[in-house]
């Protein structure tokens, strides 16, 4: 079966879909040029979007700490119909959102959106679970807070440095990566929310460490907490995950995926992603 995929793209104010083959950025384009964009990642699950609000929440924010005049959630809402329109509802889908500064000139900034079936490796590692290594990022916890330039907490094309850490991770022999400050506190993993459990307390690092903030740890943290068990933002280690009772990193399409192995280590679950995926799952 050939892969099915989606594009639109905003264009003389109306979502324009087109072939998934046909160009639809400018060789100009500061998103290709200079990474200078944000974009999002949001799940499509029966033919709809349950958590578009949240991912257009932050991709907002995204788009004032860059400086990029957001066109609003009402393009995005109808870029989102116009890749769906023929959309197998059956197809578990990942849907990009991307925003970039556009081809200058006094032009308008690129809105698109892309659509397509969720990878079987990520369906795997949803289900097997995730073999992972520490990484250092190299900068201390707190500077991307005091340092606006560098973008904390914004979700930007700029991943060079998020893929070149997975291709590290996989000639390692690991699925995935946590990374780490300067001085070894967790920050988060490329494309994903650190989480732990212990104490009978859900654990992740504090925004202020210049993290993306997590739309499906939000979820999860609210969820939790309505079911009786504490969640806390918390400064950590690696020696905290080793420790913990069950370790996940979470994004909008993967979900919650248990890390079985750590460092080489392999750590127990202690039966808690069950718990974690009946939350998310509500």
Known sequence: M?????????????????????PVLTAADHGLVR???AFESVAVLDGRTPHLAAHLARLARSAALLEIPPPGDDVWHALVDAVLV??????????????TRGPGDEAPPTALALLAPVPAETVR????????????????????AQAPWLLGGAKTLSYAVNMAAYRHAHRLGADDVVLTSLEGELLEGPTSTVVWAAGGTLHTP?????ILPGTTVARLFERAEADGWPTARSHGTVDDLHAADAVWLMSGVRGAAPVHTLDGVRRADAGLTARVRGLLAR
Do not use: H, K, M, N
């Open 2 to 22: 050939t892969e099915q995929r989606s594009v639109a793209i905003w264009r003389d104010g109306a979502a324009v879909a087109v072939p998934a083959d046909e």
């Open 35 to 37: 990474g200078d964009g």
């Open 86 to 99: 023929r959309w197998r509802a059956e197809t578990e889908g990942v849907l990009r959102l991307f925003l």
């Open 125 to 144: 590692q949803r289900t097997a679970g995730i073999s992972v290594v520490s990484l250092s990022l190299g900068i201390p916890a707190d500077f991307r």
């Open 206 to 210: 504090p925004t202020e460490t210049g």
